[in-house]
């Protein structure tokens, strides 16, 4: 009888661990995948001109279209960005997912509620490391009413003479056409040579946006007050008291929201979507909302 009795309770905790894992295998994938949070900053600088003073910036990376990111779910982000009257959107990479199995009515009907988002400014985009693989990226960002920011700079005004510069890098991951040193110095030599040339006009406040953060470091930080990226996804599965277990190549040493390297604001936006596996735990979907100020 002892024995049974010893045997009932193994077998009763072992049903209450697999129901536990199973609940969280559930959860993980079909509620922690699901809504989208807004992660709003308040960004200080004193260099801002004044014209951009309460300029607000939405920051969407890693959509990751075809996995947990659909139609309706995209349909439901546009949404609320529009909701929320941007400036300026950035695309931060990860549109698509590279196990996805791109079409043409598939791509149109990416575009086609692109389309919709509204920004009073403009709209960016650049790659992400799984964007890199389709020929229809380039396509579906110009027929949305994005511009394509892949290794190239926008100077920005906004009813002054004082603009803001916002430059963009393509993926890292891949590099068969640009090295990282070439891509960059697009932007290094228009600081160079317009600095002295046109003091009055140079953009004093600088953003730089991106795909993989731990190449930060390689791309002269210290240019740029601000600087976006994604890819990290915050580790995309997280636990309490841990945080991130699963980072990609390229989000090792910089995957947190936020980061001060010397004075220039890096921050890396968790994602929405998923990537290699359909999972968000205690990481829920989000874009990001920044708010210029002077103090």
């Known amino acids: 009888m002892e024995n049974r009795s010893h045997l009932k309770k193994i077998l009763m905790g072992f049903g209450i661990f697999v129901a536990l894992v199973m609940g969280i295998i559930i959860y993980a994938r079909y509620i922690g995948t699901s809504g989208l949070y807004v992660k709003e900053y308040k960004v200080t600088n004193s260099s801002i001109p004044d014209s951009f003073y309460g300029t607000k910036i939405i920051q969407i990376s890693d959509i990751h279209y075809g996995r947990t990111i659909k139609k309706k779910e995209l349909e439901s982000l546009v949404k609320k960005v529009n909701r929320l009257k941007p400036d300026i959107i950035v695309l931060t990479g990860d549109l698509i997912d590279k196990d996805t199995m791109l079409t043409d009515r598939m791509a149109n009907v990416i575009s086609n509620i692109l389309k ?30 994005f511009t394509n920011l892949n290794d190239r700079y926008d100077i920005i005004y906004d009813n002054s003479t004082q603009p803001i510069f916002l430059g963009g890098l393509s993926t890292n991951t891949y590099q068969k056409e640009k090295t ?27 953003i730089l946006i991106m795909h993989e953060p731990d190449y930060v470091e390689q791309v002269n930080p210290e240019n740029y007050d601000l600087i976006l990226a994604g890819h990290s996804h915050d580790g995309q599965i997280r636990l309490p008291g841990v945080g991130a277990i699963i980072l990609p190549s390229g989000a090792k040493k910089y995957y947190k929201n936020y980061y001060n390297l010397n004075g220039t604001d890096f921050y890396i936006s968790s994602g929405i979507g998923t990537s290699r596996y359909n999972f968000r735990l205690f990481n829920r979907p989000s874009i990001n909302l920044y708010r210029l100020v002077d103090h």
């Open 180 to 206: 990282l040193e070439e891509k960059i110095k697009v932007m290094n030599d228009y600081f160079n040579t317009q600095k002295e040339e046109n003091k009055n006009t140079f953009p004093q406040y600088k």
């Open 116 to 145: 919709d988002l509204e920004a009073r400014i403009g709209k960016y985009a650049i790659t992400g490391n799984h964007d890199y693989k389709f020929d229809k990226w380039a396509t579906i960002i110009a027929d949305s009413g």
